[in-house]
């Protein structure tokens, strides 16, 4: 009989979306587990982005880890009492050449399911149905998850805090890491395996990981709105700039899209537009998102690019522009990108693991990382 591998002790630095994945993947695992989050509570990328688990629109590796992911989402749907529901997403061609890019995916043997809408049933979804806002053609991807982003990791953690084996520590910062021992504000502790998940601020701990995986910041503008009278969407939205971003819709057809836009919208590609909306428990609307890269983004949100994301939400919803929004909150996100590679996994340091997710999908494939990783230990 082979012999159970005996539990580890994980020490896991960050409670965002990937440190959480490994501390929930090793207790899983029979591991004991100590997550330590400088924050009282987590407050960056992971509280600050859509919710939006979008597993149905990416591609190759990055697709493969949000069809698992998207597993452990449900179930922590049942253990955590997370906020979050199988809302699905509807992609929305608002042209010939965005239609196109709709009808291509749709044609494709992909992993999850897509149902090509017309564009008077799309716009029943969106309530323009009739108007001259209702869309060309719509694509409904069911599968598709939509969490609260400001419970859910409040919650994961509460859940391996009160697990037996689990622990976060909040307002507790690593402050260095070597094997076998993380060095804390509030000492150190003696771990098999560590684990640095710290997200854009990776290169705090360890600067030559981050330096050689050349990870930076990208900083993105979100706004909270109050929806439209009678809104009641289930999925979440994406417009034709997603379609410019996700792995699934890549081809030919995204490219011609994409002259299409930098001829007409050219705003929108200098801002690097997403232009997407998900509607949370409340009704309220999460709109965005503009990306910019930075070594350190400073904390400046631009007000044009504000008015151009919020101009182009409106005109999905039949509304005349994005001043007929009531708005709520805006904020600024920061999430750790590459142009090196999408997902970093490195070990610097033997016994130690940093793992970051370098492109904006840590809420849809960062569950299904850490427990690739944990599987490793
Ligand atoms: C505006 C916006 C919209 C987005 N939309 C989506 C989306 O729709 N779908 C999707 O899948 N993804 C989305 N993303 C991306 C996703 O939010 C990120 O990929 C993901 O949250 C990254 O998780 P993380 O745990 O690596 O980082 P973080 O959430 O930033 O967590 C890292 C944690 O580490 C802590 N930390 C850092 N250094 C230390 C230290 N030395 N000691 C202790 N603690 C430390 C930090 O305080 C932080 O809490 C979006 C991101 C943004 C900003």
């Not at 979306?17 to 587990?33: E, K, N, P, Y």
């Not at 010939?96 to 291509?104: K, Q, S, Y």
């Not at 990791?153 to 509460?158: E, L, P, Y």
């Amino acid at each position: 009989m082979t012999p159970r591998p005996s539990p580890l002790h994980v020490a896991i630095v960050g409670a965002g979306i990937v440190g959480l994945a490994h501390a929930v993947a090793a207790l899983d695992a029979g591991h004991r587990v100590t997550v330590v989050e400088q924050d009282s509570a987590a407050v960056t990328a992971s509280v600050r982005n859509f919710g939006h688990a979008c597993v149905s629109v990416q591609a190759g590796e990055i697709g493969e880890l949000a069809v698992r992911a998207r597993e452990i989402w449900l179930g922590l749907i049942e253990r955590a009492g997370l906020e979050a529901r199988v809302s699905g997403t509807l992609a929305v061609a608002r042209s010939a050449a965005e239609a196109a890019v709709l009808e291509d995916l749709a044609a494709r043997d992909t992993a999850m399911p897509s149902e090509l809408l017309t564009g008077e049933a799309a716009g029943r979804v969106l309530g323009t149905a009739g108007s001259a806002a209702e869309p060309v053609a719509g694509l409904l991807l069911p599968n598709d998850l939509t969490a609260n982003p400001r419970t859910a990791v409040a919650r994961i953690a509460a859940w391996v805090d009160a697990h037996e084996r689990g622990e976060v520590r909040f307002a507790t910062t690593a402050t260095a890491v070597e094997t076998g021992v993380l060095t804390t504000s509030r000492g150190a502790i003696r771990a098999d395996r560590i684990v640095v998940a710290a997200g854009h601020l990776l290169g705090r701990l360890l600067p030559g990981t981050a330096e050689t995986g050349e990870v930076r910041e990208c900083a993105l503008q979100m706004t909270r709105v109050v929806a439209p009278a009678g809104l009641a969407l289930g999925p979440a939205v994406l417009t034709g700039t997603s379609m410019l971003r996700y792995g699934a819709f890549a081809g030919p057809a995204a490219e011609a899209l994409r002259a299409e836009i930098l001829r007409d919208r050219p705003e929108l590609l200098e801002i690097g537009a997403n232009v997407m909306f998900t509607q949370q428990q409340d009704g309220t609307l999460l709109v965005g998102d503009s990306h910019e890269d930075f070594d350190s983004a400073p904390p400046f949100m631009h007000e044009r690019w504000s008015r151009i994301l919020l101009d182009e939400a409106a005109r999905v919803l039949g509304l005349g522009s994005g001043a007929d929004f009531d708005v709520l909150e805006r904020w600024q996100g920061v999430y750790a990108t590459s142009a090196r590679q999408d997902l970093l996994v490195e070990s610097p340091i033997d016994g130690v693991t940093a793992v970051a997710v370098t492109t904006g999908v840590g809420m849809t494939v960062g569950l299904a990382l850490g427990e690739r990783v944990v599987s490793g230990f």
